[in-house]
C-alpha cells in the first residue's frame, strides 16, 4: 500500500459518495499532473523529509466507503496544510476536466 492524501470526494451516478485517494511516489513524474512535496509538507504528514516525493495528481485510487474495509494502520497520521491541498486539489481539477485522470478502484 502506498501512502495517499485524501483529496477529492465526489458521488457517482448512483449517489454514492466516493473518494478519490491521490497516491504519493518517490519516483520523479515527468507528468504535468504531479506535483512535488515541500519539505514543510513532509514534516507535517510524517513522511522522510529528506526524500524528494511527488503526489500524482493525474491518478487517483478510487474507493466507496459505504463498501470498503478499514484497516486501521497504527502510524502516525499528520495533516498536508489547506494551501498545499487545495494546489494538488486544483490540479486533479484541471486533470479531471482534461480528461486526463487515471481512475484505479471500485468506483
Known amino acids: 500500500m ?4 485524501l483529496a477529492l470526494l465526489v458521488r457517482n451516478r ?3 459518495l ?3 485517494m491521490v497516491p504519493i511516489t518517490s519516483v ?3 507528468d504535468r499532473y504531479a506535483v512535488e ?3 514543510i509538507e513532509k514534516r507535517r504528514v ?3 523529509a529528506h526524500m524528494r516525493l511527488w503526489i500524482v495528481a493525474g491518478e487517483v485510487n478510487e474507493d ?3 463498501r470498503s474495509f478499514y484497516f486501521e494502520s497504527g502510524n502516525r497520521i499528520g495533516q498536508f496544510s489547506a494551501q498545499f491541498t487545495k494546489q494538488v486539489q486544483a490540479i486533479m481539477i484541471e ?3 482534461a480528461r486526463r485522470l487515471s481512475r484505479n478502484g471500485r468506483g
Not at 2 to 5: E, K, S
Open 2 to 5: 502506498r501512502p495517499v492524501v
Open 14 to 16: 448512483a449517489e454514492e
Open 18 to 20: 466516493i473518494v478519490l
Open 28 to 30: 520523479p513524474q515527468s
Open 37 to 39: 512535496v515541500p519539505e
Open 46 to 48: 510524517g513522511l522522510d
Open 64 to 66: 466507496i466507503p459505504a
Open 95 to 97: 486533470a479531471l476536466k
